[in-house]
């Protein structure tokens, strides 16, 4: 980065080049010097053979008349020096000459120089204070290759699964680390120790440790989600002056990591070297920071679900089974009194066993948020429906399928318990002599899903958005069968709905088979 060139725009021959050359090694000792070239004046005012050497330099240098006869050929809004410091000789004794240097967007200006000796030519002074600076930041082409990096990091992160977090968070540090020449980045989030460095990424290796918050650059800044940059970025975008690099602490830049309004950890940007930073440079370590706050985020919560969703099913085990123990010793005393007790009697706590067994399959099955089906074949709808018919007590009731009712690919036992609780809920709706239907929902192109309808009462239009919330009944029921019948179509990657005509109608959007002998 530091042997950047400088751009001297002067006619062939012009002895501004050699002093430009002269003043630059004194002003730059030692190998790292930047390179002097000369461009032709007329690419001063952009797009021309020149545009490669001005991409990769630190700064221009040229004389006032070039730049008058640029200002005078291009637009008063025209950046002749693109963005980059700009040093203008300029003849001694002509004011308007040096206001001209100024609106044109120069950093500064130098009179002539006749002597002899490098060292005392003001011109040294003039390029350590204006170009000094930016050689030691990234360029423009330099900041749209990280701006790239960043764009492709976005993508990574987005699609990070819960395993792969840490290997894509380093990798997409190690690419920006590289891109922008820096030696170390430390992503530390916030625990009960402090802030423990989770994720980093050096060229050569090393072990963060963990810090304490008041041992960051002004932590009252990061407490207000601020980045904090040393050298500090000034005020009109550009960069402070540099010191001696032999005396410069390392540069650094650190950025909050926030999420929901919290501070949550901190990303430390390092070089070991000189660095002056630009306001572009810092937004970018900016944009990375929220996209690993993002992928953290995501990744907690996904933990945290996947935590809950153990901890219920867990629960709900235990549970049912201290419930399906004294619900057998009930179920089986039951039998042995089944001669003594009057047979309505009977009936009634049969039901009762029977729904009570019902109940804890539902409490199981709701617990099992991820794991809601399992291998899925073709299965036919008809013969499948006449199953789950046959698990529900309701003698006066009647089930049809319609014509036309062909396979679907599905987990058999999981469609099954969603024909059932369909069931269910018709009778406990529409009564114990509900007629019930299932059959194909054909549309233009054929069949497009099924339906299960029936007879009852229908859904209320108030109530339409709630009925497969979990726990919401009209029918002094659990509330859990139509939360089944929603969790079990979404694991399916089907839709459900409902809707009423003459009784409820719930819809499904999925691929149905019709039978061979039924014309689509």
């Not at 600076?133 to 993508?155: G, K, M, N």
């Not at 009944?473 to 694991?491: K, N, P, Q």
Request: net charge negative.
């Amino acid at each position: 980065m530091n042997r950047r060139s400088i751009v001297v725009h002067a006619d062939a021959g012009s002895p501004v080049l050699d002093r430009v050359t002269a003043a630059a090694a004194v002003a730059f000792p030692g190998p790292d010097a930047p390179a002097v070239h000369r461009a032709d004046p007329g690419s001063l005012s952009a797009d021309d053979a020149d545009a490669d050497r001005l991409a990769d330099a630190c700064g221009v240098v040229t004389t006032a008349s070039v730049l008058s006869s640029a200002v005078e050929e291009t637009a008063a809004s025209s950046d002749p020096f693109g963005r980059l410091p700009g040093v203008v000789v300029v003849p001694e004794g002509e004011p308007e000459a040096v206001r001209t240097a100024f609106r044109a967007g120069a950093v500064d200006t130098v009179g002539p120089f006749s002597g002899s000796n490098p060292e005392s030519d003001p011109l040294v002074a003039r390029l350590a204070e204006t170009i000094g600076p930016a050689r030691s930041r990234l360029s423009d082409p330099d900041l749209e290759r990280l701006t790239t990096v960043l764009l492709d990091a976005a993508t990574t992160l987005m699609s990070t699964r819960s395993d792969e977090v840490k290997t894509k968070i380093e990798w997409t540090m190690e690419s920006v680390g590289e891109r922008a020449e820096l030696d170390r980045i430390v992503c530390y989030l916030d625990d009960d120790e402090g802030f423990s460095p989770e994720y980093h990424w050096s060229p050569d290796g090393f072990a963060p440790t963990t810090r304490a918050f008041d041992d960051f650059p002004e932590p009252d800044r990061l407490s207000t989600f601020e980045n904090v940059s040393v050298p500090a970025v000034s005020t009109d975008g550009g960069a402070t002056p540099a010191s001696d690099p032999e005396d410069a602490p390392s540069a650094t830049v650190h950025v909050p990591l926030v999420t929901e309004w919290e501070l949550t950890g901190i990303v430390s940007f390092e070089v070991d070297d000189r660095r002056s930073w630009t306001e572009r440079e810092v937004n970018l370590y900016r944009t990375l920071a929220d996209l690993i706050a993002s992928a953290v985020a995501r990744n907690e919560r996904r933990t945290e679900l996947r935590s809950q969703a153990e901890r219920l099913e867990q629960f709900s085990a235990v549970v049912s089974h201290d419930l399906r123990n004294p619900l057998n010793v009930f179920s089986g005393y039951l039998d042995l009194a089944a001669d003594d007790v009057r047979p309505s009697h009977y009936d009634a706590m049969e039901n009762a066993v029977d729904r009570m067994g019902t109940l804890i399959d539902d409490l199981l099955m709701l617990a099992r948020r991820g794991e809601t089906i399992g291998e899925t074949e073709s299965v036919p709808v008809a013969s499948l429906a006449e199953e789950a018919w046959g698990s529900v007590r309701a003698p006066n009731a009647t089930l049809t399928v319609a014509e036309g009712t062909g396979r679907v690919e599905a987990d058999p036992g999981r469609f099954r318990q969603a024909l059932e609780n369909l069931f269910r809920n018709a009778v406990d709706h529409g009564g114990p002599e509900v007629e019930i239907e299932v059959g194909p929902r054909v549309g233009a192109d054929g069949v497009v899903g099924m339906y299960v309808s029936d007879d009852g009462p229908g859904v209320s239009p108030d109530v339409r958005d709630s009925v497969f919330d979990s726990g919401f009944s009209t029918a002094d029921s659990s509330g859990i069968g139509l939360a089944i019948v929603d969790r079990i179509a979404e694991a399916h990657d089907w839709t459900v709905d409902v809707r009423n005509d003459d009784g409820a109608v719930f819809e499904f959007d999925l691929e149905m088979t019709p039978p061979p002998t039924v014309s689509p």
